[in-house]
């Protein structure tokens, strides 16, 4: 920048230079003109995803409200040249500064059944098995539309009474899955389509189906189904690990339980179990 406050015509040419998310290892679709350079992401059987972009962009009047829940398409090259999609919906962003021509922001990506959290509920179901009862929470949610799909293997008998109390919606379906030994994971569709609840193929805006099953031979594997442990290189060309931690958290090391004779009060009956005491 000269003494008049004027950037050389080659820098001025680079910021005024529309970004391109062509070849680039993270691209994003979003509502927005963003661009991710940083992803860190979180899965698990039977939880909601949640991955944490870190983009920038040359617009930095970008209303973060505009962004809430609006769907978001995350597609990560592969060294084979192929990519591998992930969809959810944004339920945070935030402003996180701003350099140069460049502003800074963050997004995170859920999953629909994330949203199941926002607000509670009671109320009684009746003769309804517990497909049933996920089957009616489910379609009284907009975006659950065409966003999910049984792939069970066992009957289940209905109940003939069953309570939603002061609880959300995700905690209740929760709740039922745990009960009846239901466990679920989603799957991300390459196209921003997916299929509703009958198996028949509908439009999906946000690309991301919910699986509930009770058998493990349902499941399908990920891809790749082997994956190199390697120094990180500039001149490396496939996919691999490239470092490998572990984490230690405090736990319980015994479990105890306790009971109540009221002909004998004063009495304490008590027992226990410890359990694996060495923190992993």
């Not at 790749?224 to 691999?240: G, S």
């Not at 490239?242 to 109540?260: D, E, H, N, Y």
């Amino acid at each position: 920048m000269d003494e008049s406050g004027t950037l050389p015509p080659s820098l001025s040419k680079i910021f005024n230079t529309s970004l391109s998310q062509s070849q680039r290892l993270l691209s994003l679709s979003v509502s927005a003109p963003l661009m991710p350079h940083r992803l860190v992401g979180e899965q698990r059987i039977s939880q909601p995803f949640r991955y944490t972009l870190d983009c920038f962009s040359q617009q930095g009047d970008i209303e973060l409200k505009t962004l809430m829940a609006q769907p978001a398409s995350l597609s990560v090259l592969q060294a084979d040249g192929g990519y591998r999609h992930l969809h959810g919906l944004v339920s945070e962003a935030a402003l996180l500064g701003e350099d140069g021509g460049v502003t800074y922001y963050q997004l995170t990506l859920v999953p629909w059944l994330e949203m199941l959290k926002l607000g509670r509920n009671s109320r009684i179901f009746q003769n309804c098995s517990v497909v049933d009862i996920l089957g009616q929470v489910f379609k009284g949610h907009e975006l659950a539309r065409g966003g999910y799909r049984f792939d069970l293997r066992r009957e289940y008998p209905a109940r003939s009474y069953c309570v939603q109390y002061r609880e959300s919606d995700f905690q209740f379906v929760s709740r039922l899955m745990e009960e009846e030994g239901l466990w679920y994971y989603f799957e991300h569709s390459g196209n921003g389509r997916g299929e509703n609840d009958e198996g028949q193929e509908a439009n999906r805006f946000d690309g991301h189906r919910l699986v509930i099953t009770d058998d493990a031979d349902t499941t399908q594997p990920v891809q790749p189904r082997v994956i190199r442990f390697h120094r990180q290189a500039a001149t490396e060309q496939e996919d691999a690990l490239t470092q490998w931690g572990g984490v230690r958290k405090q736990q319980p090391t015994r479990v105890s339980v306790g009971t109540f004779d009221y002909k004998q009060p004063s009495l304490t009956k008590r027992t226990g179990l410890s359990t694996l005491s060495d923190q992993g």
